[in-house]
């Protein structure tokens, strides 16, 4: 199975910027769709970005449309969750995994803490 590495979260102040990353040690992410999710506390899981395989094409959750990007460097092997103009709201774990449907993810790595506050 793909295994993913999260890493860039941290402590931001709301209006702020933060770029997360997604790479992989053993396998080439751009034959692979890629999902950043995320799960803040007491809530559930859910999708915030995803970009394709093919062509690039993206699709982003309602909630942070217009403020995250998504991007591949495939000659990095990584991808990118480019954050910015957060709020607390954003406040959450957030992890990428091989596919857009989070019913599909059958297995999360450690992901990267974001924390949103003043």
């Known amino acids: 199975q793909v295994q993913l590495v999260e890493s860039g979260g941290g402590l931001v102040q709301p209006g702020g910027s933060l770029r997360l990353s997604c790479a992989s040690s053993?396998?080439?992410?751009?034959?692979?769709?890629i999902g950043w999710f995320r799960q803040a506390p007491g809530k559930e899981r859910e999708g915030v970005a995803c970009?394709?395989?093919?062509?690039?094409?993206?699709i982003y959750a309602d909630s942070v449309k217009g403020r995250f990007t998504i991007s591949r460097d495939n000659a990095k092997n990584t991808v990118y969750l480019q954050m910015n103009r957060v709020k607390p709201e954003d406040t959450a774990v957030y992890y990428c995994?091989?596919?857009?449907?989070?019913?599909?993810?059958?297995?999360w790595g450690q992901g990267t803490q974001v924390t949103v506050s003043s």
């Open positions: 970009i394709s395989s093919s062509d690039g094409s993206t």
């Open positions: 995994a091989p596919t857009c449907v989070l019913s599909d993810v059958d297995y």
């Open positions: 053993g396998f080439t992410l751009d034959y692979y769709v």
